[in-house]
Nanobody
Framework: QVRLVESGGGLVQAGGSLRLSCVAS???????MAWYRRAPGKQRELVAA????????NYIDSVKGRFTISRGNVKNTLFLQMNGLKPEDTGVYYC????????WGQGTQVTVSS
C-alpha cells in the first residue's frame, strides 16, 4: 500500500521561501508525481507535476517562475521549492500522482502572511 507523507510547510511572510518534501513508501520509483494544494474554501488543485514518465514538468500559471518541482536522489522523494511566496499560496499542500491515484496524506500547511 502506498503511503504519502508531506512535510516542510510553515508560516512565512510574503516574498519568503519554503521547500516542501514528500516521501512515498510503497512506491519503488516516483515518475509521474505531482504537488497539489487546497486553499481555504477552495477545491484541491494541481500545482506542479511530472508527467510522461517524468520527462515533462507542468505548472499552473500562477506559480510559474516561482515554484520548482524536483525529485530526490532517493527515488521515492519529491520536493517543491517555493520562492516569492504570496498570500494566495496559502493552503494545505499534498503530493500524489497527477491523477490522484493514491490515498491522500495529511498534507503540510503553508501560510503566507502579507
Amino acid at each position: 500500500q502506498v503511503r504519502l507523507v508531506e512535510s516542510g510547510g510553515g508560516l512565512v511572510q510574503a516574498g519568503g521561501s519554503l521547500r516542501l518534501s514528500c516521501v512515498a513508501s510503497g512506491i519503488i520509483v516516483i515518475n509521474n508525481m505531482a504537488w497539489y494544494r487546497r486553499a481555504p474554501g477552495k477545491q484541491r488543485e494541481l500545482v506542479a507535476a511530472f508527467t510522461s514518465g517524468g520527462s515533462l514538468i507542468n505548472y499552473i500559471d500562477s506559480v510559474k517562475g516561482r515554484f520548482t518541482i524536483s525529485r530526490g536522489n532517493v527515488k521515492n522523494t519529491l520536493f517543491l521549492q517555493m520562492n516569492g511566496l504570496k498570500p494566495e499560496d496559502t493552503g494545505v499542500y499534498y503530493c500524489n500522482s497527477p491523477i490522484g491515484a493514491y490515498s491522500w496524506g495529511q498534507g503540510t500547511q503553508v501560510t503566507v502572511s502579507s
